[in-house]
């Protein structure tokens, strides 16, 4: 197992299962950046703030988790690329409105850039105004 496909899963376990920065600093950059095309996280720019989104995020949803459909490892750019579906349900309190007892399914893609075993930029490619309506939060 190449060392940024290892990497590459274990910080996506321990991010996609609520860890936060915590849990994912071990296999990143300490000034890794972070972006994404998506409301939910303007001025998310560092992967600790994103880690740490998503660590909050199972407080509104605390059955939060994600199926692993795809993981890609492109040596000859030193990146990893991950396709899941997070789902979960809206029972917790903490979101914009009262839990609204919906349940979300949204497909994204992690794209994580690796300077030598460790993750420096990460991309999250999600339709999140898509997730944000099935959750009732739109």
């Known amino acids: ?13 321990s991010c996609e299962t609520g860890g936060g920065w915590e849990a994912c ?7 890794a950046t972070f972006s994404a095309q ?3 996280l303007e001025g998310v720019d560092t992967l600790e703030g994103y880690a740490d989104w998503m660590k909050d995020l199972f407080t509104p949803v605390p059955d939060g ?20 579906v997070f789902s979960g ?9 009262p839990p609204t007892g919906l349940r979300v399914e949204a ?5 994580m ?17 898509h997730s944000l309506k099935q959750i009732g939060w739109m």
């Open 1 to 13: 197992m190449s060392s940024i496909r290892e990497s590459a899963e274990r910080f996506f376990d």
């Open 25 to 31: 600093r071990a296999f990143c950059h300490p000034d």
């Open 38 to 40: 998506a409301g939910a």
């Open 65 to 84: 988790g994600y199926e692993l459909r795809s993981f890609a490892v492109d040596e000859s750019r030193n990146n990893v690329s991950a396709y899941a």
């Open 89 to 97: 349900t809206h029972t917790g309190e903490g979101g914009p409105v």
């Open 107 to 111: 497909d994204y893609v992690y794209v």
């Open 113 to 129: 850039e690796f300077d030598g075993d460790r993750i420096r930029h990460m991309t999250k490619i999600w339709n999140d105004a």
